[in-house]
C-alpha cells in the first residue's frame, strides 16, 4: 500500500471529464486520503478550500474537445468557459498541475503517484 504522510489531505479538482472520479477512485484504493472537490461548479472562488482545505492541491486540465470525447457533455464551450473562470483560484494554488488530455486514466494515477511520493 502506497500512503502520504499520515493526516495529509489530498484535493482533486478540475473541469469535468478531467479524470477527477477515476484518480479519487484509485487513489483510495492505495490508501491515500483524497477528496473530490466540484469547484467547477461553484461561484465561491476557492471553495476548494472551504470544503477541503487539502495539505496537496491537484488540478487535472482537460480540454473541450477531449472532456467531449471522454463523456457526451450536455453543454457546450461557453460553458466549458464558465468552469475555466470557476477554477482560477485552483488553478493558481495548485501543488500539482496536469493536462490530462493525451493520458489515460493509468497514466495519470501514476503521475500523481509519482508527484506525491517526491512531496513526502
Given amino acids: 500500500m502506497t500512503t ?4 495529509v489531505l489530498l484535493g482533486v479538482v478540475g473541469p469535468c471529464s478531467a ?3 477515476t484518480l479519487t ?3 483510495r484504493e492505495h490508501g ?6 466540484a469547484q467547477e461548479h461553484s461561484y465561491v472562488k476557492d471553495m476548494w478550500r472551504r470544503l477541503a482545505n487539502p495539505d496537496i492541491l491537484i ?3 482537460v480540454s473541450y474537445p477531449i472532456a467531449q470525447e471522454r463523456r457526451r457533455l450536455s453543454w457546450g464551450p461557453k460553458e ?11 488553478r493558481e494554488y495548485a501543488d500539482f498541475y496536469l493536462d490530462t488530455d493525451k493520458l489515460t486514466p493509468e497514466e495519470i494515477f501514476l ?5 506525491i511520493r517526491e512531496d513526502k
Avoid: M, P
Avoid at 491515500?32 to 472537490?37: E, L, V
Avoid at 466549458?80 to 485552483?90: F, G, K, M
Avoid at 503521475?111 to 508527484?115: D, G, M, S
Fill in 59 to 61: 488540478f487535472l486540465q
Fill in 80 to 90: 466549458y468557459e464558465v468552469q475555466q473562470h470557476r477554477l482560477r483560484d485552483a
Fill in 111 to 115: 503521475k500523481v503517484l509519482e508527484f
Fill in 25 to 27: 477512485a484509485k487513489l
Fill in 32 to 37: 491515500i486520503n483524497i477528496k473530490q472537490i
Fill in 4 to 7: 502520504t504522510k499520515e493526516g
Fill in 19 to 21: 479524470g477527477k472520479s
